[in-house]
């Protein structure tokens, strides 16, 4: 089945600066990608998708980027604030819309900013 | 608009008792997820209903694990005798239709002794 791995594990930066999370996925099947943030006590929260037939989308100072050949997303995020402080958690699934699936999910990558 | 309601918050039993978690999904929507989420294994999906019906419980420990959908507004996820390994954090969420833009109800942590 699907794996969904998530680089790095954790990471700590200042305020301001941008931080680049990557995620990998095995299977060639997987047509969807949505991202999801857990602030500590909060409930996940959906924060950006991307569809196999893009290679790039952008909302406000998130930036998602979509290798379809190397299997590989990396999620861009640019003048962090400690508000930004979360688990960010990558995920695949075979489809989407009103038939879509199940979504595989990452391990997660711990995002700290320091004010 | 409360979200997903997920109760108890916290479910405390013992080696060999059942626990039953409740979802509520936001009025509307006719997709409802269960995932567990551990540390180790980080979040696990469980099961998917649509229209209250089941489209895939392909994550569920098969023994011991149950869920239904009675109607569209709860869900229930049934654990027969419990075990410490369950422990975890049960997350429901539900969207308007199919995996886009789940909302997700805080979870039912449960604890088995």
């Known amino acids: 089945g699907e794996q969904v791995e998530q680089l790095p594990s954790s990471l700590i930066v200042q305020e301001g600066a941008s931080v680049l999370i990557n995620c990998s996925y095995t299977?060639?099947?997987?047509?969807?990608f949505p991202w999801y943030k857990q602030e500590p006590g909060k409930r996940l929260q959906f924060i950006i998708d991307?569809?196999?037939?893009?290679e790039r989308k952008q909302t406000q100072r998130l930036t998602l980027l979509f290798d379809k050949k190397t299997k590989h997303l990396s999620l861009h995020i640019t003048a962090t604030q400690p508000g930004d402080s979360a688990i960010y958690f990558c995920?695949?699934?075979?489809?989407?819309?009103?038939?879509?699936?199940?979504?595989?999910f990452g391990i997660g990558t711990l995002l700290s900013v320091k004010p | 608009n409360a979200g997903v309601i997920q109760t108890p918050r916290h479910k405390v039993t013992g080696k060999g008792q059942e626990a039953t978690l409740w979802c509520e999904p936001i009025?509307?929507?006719?997709?409802v997820f269960w995932y567990r989420q551990t540390i180790v294994q980080g979040l696990e999906f469980l099961t998917y209903?649509?229209?209250?019906?089941?489209?895939?419980d392909s994550g569920m420990p098969k023994e011991r694990f149950s869920a239904q959908m009675p109607n569209q507004s709860h869900s229930t996820l049934k654990i027969q005798s419990t075990q410490p390994q369950d422990s975890a954090v049960y997350l429901c969420?539900?969207?308007?239709?199919?995996?886009?833009?789940?909302?997700f109800g805080h979870g039912t942590k449960l604890s088995v002794l």
């Open positions: 969420a539900s969207s308007v239709q199919g995996n886009e833009r789940l909302f």
């Open positions: 009025s509307g929507h006719s997709a």
């Open positions: 995920s695949a699934s075979n489809d989407y819309g009103s038939s879509g699936n199940k979504l595989i």
């Open positions: 299977d060639s099947a997987s047509v969807y």
């Open positions: 209903f649509r229209n209250q019906a089941p489209i895939d």
């Open positions: 991307i569809r196999s037939n893009m």
